[in-house]
């Protein structure tokens, strides 16, 4: 039987995709799931073409995630854990596709490893690292095009294009930055060809279930992004845009900032200057647009690949010290900022580190959505109090009798609460919540027959009108927690025709998705 012979270069690059993983396996247990990851594993009980701010993919992972590893907080982190070993992989396809050699490979690669953004992307069940995988798939493939002058490669392009605007919306901003970067290059001759023509239809069917669901509910997309334009996109600023885009891969800037400027200037990256010119354009269009600086992350990967290259291939007979000088510098100015990506200090611990660290100049790493600075990153915050809200939901459910149970509701005020209650809700069995936030909204009866109702919001002014008794039976009380000091009230005994004022209620803001 003939030996499989494996090369030294695919050693390496299997090793550092193994060690992707184990990072991500030996974090992924310490913090609770984040308040969209609760969303999006409730989306899976509701299979449909589309939903309040996502597109169907998610729900589609989440189901198999559940059938192959169950739904504990690990089993929940392992495809987006899978997703960055991946991506390493992907990576490394992109540097032997340039030319590169195992210096290119190691650089590149490792680059992506200990990158903040992506240990952090890589740690959260959300469609972000699953997006920010089809960014890095598309580079992959335009390299291929520019290289063989294939057409046929369109149809990959856009059936891929397909799927990652099944999985996030937001591929549209490399779709609309890639064909500008094109028309400033010689390969724009591609676009005259039958296989982009099929390739452009066949990306259009992929996405048609998606936009019917869409017209037919009033384009819930529109609706998102004018509430995020409002509520969050208003605070994000030109000066912090530019911060932010350092402070994501500050470890690897040498690296990839090396790969745009040989993409952008140097003769050798010439033929790739495609890719250049798409980042330059990515970088526009969210600046016009006022998007979140992670909007930009699947582009960098590609920097990353360009970068390793570029480095092994100038450095190859000169300094030949700078190659594994790279390495260090990266792992040296990394150490400290993984605390900030990976969730390996405890909540108090975390606040200790994070104050301390301010005077280093990371504090945009604590910077919220609402253009504040606390004790907390965000997405750390938003891991903390769910355990403890659903335990005290299911406490106040099961002091009821069973006549009571039986015509009792759940009633939670954003998405993050009902998702954490209907996830831990199936070990305590408790009824799903209702929810008049994001696609909870979609699911929410139209009416209700009740005698009882579990109140999860901090504002009672308008319950406690049609209610006898409201009284307070706990909350989340830690401290860390983004709601923290929450209320849960136990309602009983409606009144003033309740009945009527719910199915009003849920009529009216059901008619904007009509």
């Given at each position: 039987m003939k030996k499989i012979k494996i090369s030294n270069e695919w050693i390496l690059i299997l090793s550092l995709a193994f060690f992707k993983l184990f990072i991500h396996f030996l974090t992924s247990a310490n913090y609770e799931l984040h308040r969209d990851a609760y969303l999006y594993l409730s989306l899976k009980d509701h299979p449909d073409f589309g939903y309040?701010?996502?597109?169907?993919?998610?729900?589609?992972?989440a189901k198999i995630s559940e059938f192959l590893f169950g739904n504990?907080?690990?089993?929940?982190?392992?495809?987006?854990?899978l997703?960055?070993?991946?991506?390493?992989?992907?990576?490394?396809?992109?540097?032997?596709?340039?030319g590169g050699k195992f210096w290119a490979i190691l650089i590149?690669?490792?680059?992506?490893?200990?990158?903040?953004?992506?240990?952090?992307?890589?740690?959260?069940?959300?469609p972000v690292s699953f997006n920010q995988f089809y960014w890095l798939l598309t580079a992959y493939f335009v390299v291929v095009l520019i290289q063989t002058q294939n057409p046929k490669f369109w149809i990959h392009l856009f059936v891929l294009w397909g799927l990652a605007f099944l999985n996030k919306y937001s591929?549209?901003?490399l779709i609309v930055a890639f064909f500008p970067a094109l028309l400033l290059t010689k390969d724009r001759k591609l676009i005259l060809t039958k296989q982009f023509i099929w390739g452009a239809i066949i990306g259009f069917f992929i996405i048609l279930p998606n936009l019917i669901w869409q017209f037919s509910h009033n384009w819930p997309v529109v609706h998102h992004m004018l509430e995020l334009q409002r509520t969050q996109l208003v605070n994000v600023r030109i000066g912090d845009f530019f911060m932010s885009q350092l402070l994501m891969n500050i470890p690897n800037l040498l690296v990839w900032v090396f790969g745009l400027l040989f993409l952008l200037f140097f003769k050798d990256g010439k033929p790739y200057r495609i890719l250049g010119y798409t980042f330059i354009f990515v970088i526009l269009v969210l600046i016009l647009l006022r998007g979140k600086p992670y909007y930009t992350l699947g582009i960098y990967t590609t920097l990353f690949a360009v970068g390793g290259f570029a480095i092994e291939k100038y450095f190859t007979n000169r300094l030949r010290l700078a190659k594994p000088l790279i390495l260090v510098v990266m792992l040296f100015f990394s150490l400290p900022i993984i605390p900030y990506s990976l969730p390996i200090l405890p909540f108090d611990k975390m606040i200790v580190y994070a104050e301390k660290s301010k005077q280093y100049g990371v504090e945009e790493a604590l910077r919220w959505e609402d253009g504040r600075i606390h004790q907390l990153p965000q997405d750390y915050a938003d891991m903390i109090g769910w355990k403890e809200l659903g335990l005290t939901v299911a406490k106040a459910y099961h002091s009821l009798n069973e006549e009571e149970k039986s015509r009792c509701a759940i009633y939670a005020e954003n998405y993050g609460e009902a998702?954490?209650?209907?996830?831990?809700?199936?070990?305590?069995?408790?009824?799903?919540?209702?929810?008049?936030n994001g696609s909870f909204l979609f699911w929410a009866p139209d009416s209700l027959n009740i005698n009882s109702l579990i109140y999860v919001n901090d504002d009672t002014s308008e319950i406690s009108l049609y209610f006898n008794s409201v009284?307070?039976?706990?909350?989340?009380?830690?401290?860390?927690?983004?709601?923290?000091?929450?209320?849960?009230f136990l309602c009983r005994g409606p009144r003033n025709n309740?009945?009527?004022f719910y199915r009003n209620k849920v009529r009216k803001l059901k008619s904007n998705y009509r």
């Open positions: 309040m701010s996502v597109p169907p993919s998610i729900a589609i992972v504990s907080t690990f089993a929940v982190r392992i495809f987006p854990a997703t960055g070993a991946a991506s390493v992989i992907v990576i490394a396809l992109i540097v032997k596709r340039l590149a690669c490792f680059a992506f490893i200990i990158s903040p953004a992506f240990l952090r992307s890589n740690s959260l069940f959300q591929i549209a901003f998702g954490a209650i209907k996830y831990y809700g199936k070990k305590y069995k408790l009824p799903e919540p209702i929810c008049f009284k307070q039976v706990g909350g989340i009380t830690n401290i860390y927690a983004r709601e923290n000091g929450l209320p849960v309740f009945e009527e």
